[in-house]
């Protein structure tokens, strides 16, 4: 189920997009109506290791301001990629 409220990242979470998301990360998270962060990751075309350390920071800014943290979308780039890095458990990644 997608939220109203999602965030939308780049289609291309890389090195040159997650400084442009990362502001527009900070912004959402101060703008939510609920304690809940929703990262929808359904447009996501290519990820690469910046990416995976940008939905790190997400899950890390969500516990400090005591938000849930959801990940929605995932798709096979960014699945694959989480998982030969070892990092689904740590983002809870379902595809």
């Given at each position: 189920?997608?939220?109203?409220?999602?965030?939308?990242?780049?289609?291309?979470?890389?090195?040159?997009?997650?400084?442009?998301?990362?502001?527009?990360?900070?912004?959402?998270?101060?703008?939510?109506?609920?304690?809940?962060?929703?990262?929808?990751?359904?447009?996501?075309?290519?990820?690469?290791?910046?990416?995976?350390a940008?939905?790190?920071?997400?899950?890390r800014?969500?516990?400090?301001?005591?938000?849930?943290?959801?990940?929605?979308?995932?798709?096979?780039?960014?699945?694959?990629?989480?998982?030969?890095?070892?990092?689904?458990?740590?983002?809870?990644?379902?595809?």
């Amino acid at each position: 189920m997608m939220s109203g409220q999602a965030f939308l990242p780049s289609k291309e979470m890389s090195f040159q997009t997650v400084m442009a998301d990362r502001e527009r990360l900070l912004a959402y998270s101060l703008s939510l109506k609920k304690p809940l962060m929703v990262l929808d990751l359904s447009q996501v075309e290519q990820c690469d290791s910046a990416g995976l350390a940008f939905l790190i920071e997400a899950k890390r800014l969500a516990h400090e301001h005591s938000l849930a943290f959801r990940i929605e979308g995932v798709t096979r780039a960014v699945h694959g990629l989480a998982e030969f890095c070892g990092v689904n458990g740590i983002l809870e990644l379902d595809v």
